[in-house]
């Protein structure tokens, strides 16, 4: 009856019904797609009611079927959701990033570890974040894996609790350490920083396609030391190191952010071992307990597969956020091309244009840093004359607390309270960019 029935209406080929199974199969003619409503009118007067079934669990995000585009409706429910999590989570980094809150906790060398503490708290929920917190995320589906399908919540914290002993061990030793060496170890430190930040960000940037699940990345294997035991990529299936999750924890030291490096430099000057390893280790408790959200909602989804596998989804995306934002910031440190050009492009504001200082034969260009940045970010100076910068610096913090401008001078230009000047003389006609010694906040010097 339901099979005579459906036959006779236009562009249905076949069909195949079986009551037992409620299910009935239609085959139409390419371009003529049955419409439901139509089918469900002819069977009205036996009773019968058709609804589509929910199996597009093969079918794409967006697909096309009978010259047709379609969309699946359970992925793209996914989609938005994920997608508006994933916005959500964007914007409270830059809202944490940019509100300056690390200006109201500054460290120098005559605070205190509760100010360290408090300094840290903010670091590992804004700028630490990006490089920490993103490997924390990659790693996070791999310890699932091994230590979740124990069955417990407990036996799944055991390598996030091993990952932040190592890293307050590692912090409070090397602030000790450092403060015994001094001073002479900072250059050394800072040189060091830009090469250790792009090879982090390059292995995040794969760990993050690898957790959504993209074929050729997962054929890549990332491997710490051997004597580690433990390796880093989901491709690999050994990741049963003992102290793997400790060591990682402790080579969490290495990983570098403004806020972080600005807690170091302060701790060195105290010339204390003890104090260095007192403060280090409050400032790593602090970021700990910013950081230990990842963990706890990690944690979790880990025994719940949907849950798991939405919030691996979402872990990727933002590894892969958090390796572009980083990478990017370090083109803009290198003063090469970037995504932050882009935005300069759409959006290019006004130039302070130089004033010139006729009585000593200099240009004068003045910018204030504070704890949102830096204002004004693009400047006009003429070649050939010499250029005074000065900056008055009300309340810079982390990466902002140093300037870079590799075209114009070596090295570092640090910002105390106040105004900083620093001479130069442009050469070369040409648009070049200055950022922090991170490359976070960036702007740029025409030199006509």
Known sequence: MIKSTLETIEGVLSVDASTSSGEVIIT?????????????????????????????????????????????????????????????????????????????????????????????????????????????????????????????????????????????????????????????????????????????????????????????AKKIRIALPSGVGFRVSESSTDNKGKFGPLSIGAASLLLPCGMTLTAFIASITSGSFVVGAINMFSFAFGTMLSLSFISIVSIGFSNHKIWSNRFNTVAGIMVLFFAIFTLNAQLNAAGLPSLTDVSSFINPGSSTQAVEDGSKNVQVIKMVANRSGYSPTSFTVRSGVPVRWEVNNTGASGCTNVLIARDFFSGNFPLNPGVNVKEFTPQKPGTYKFSCWMGMVSGVIKVT
Not at 46 to 66: A, C, M, Q, V
Not at 89 to 97: D, W
């Open 28 to 216: 139409h003619k390419k371009g003529l797609y049955p419409d439901l409503k139509r089918l469900n009118k002819a069977l009205a007067e036996y009773g019968y009611t058709l609804g589509y079934k929910d199996d597009d669990s093969e079918r794409s995000l967006i697909y096309f079927e009978n010259g047709g585009i379609f969309y699946n409706p359970a992925k793209m429910k996914q989609f938005l959701g994920t997608s508006l999590v994933v916005l959500v989570l964007v914007a409270a980094f830059y809202l944490i990033s940019g509100s300056g809150i690390a200006s109201r906790v500054m460290v120098s060398s005559d605070t205190g570890p509760l100010v360290y503490l408090l300094f840290g708290l903010v670091a590992g929920a804004s700028t630490c974040a990006a490089l920490v917190g993103g490997v924390l995320l990659s790693l996070s589906k791999s310890w699932n894996k091994i230590y979740a399908s124990q069955g417990s919540r407990l036996s799944a914290a055991v390598p996030h609790v091993m990952f932040y002993t190592g890293r307050l061990i590692a912090f409070a030793l090397a602030g000790g350490v450092l403060a015994l060496v001094g001073a002479s170890i900072t250059e050394t430190i800072t040189k060091a920083t830009p090469v250790i930040t792009v090879v982090v960000s390059s292995v995040m940037f794969v760990l993050g396609l690898q957790m959504l699940n993209v074929s050729w």
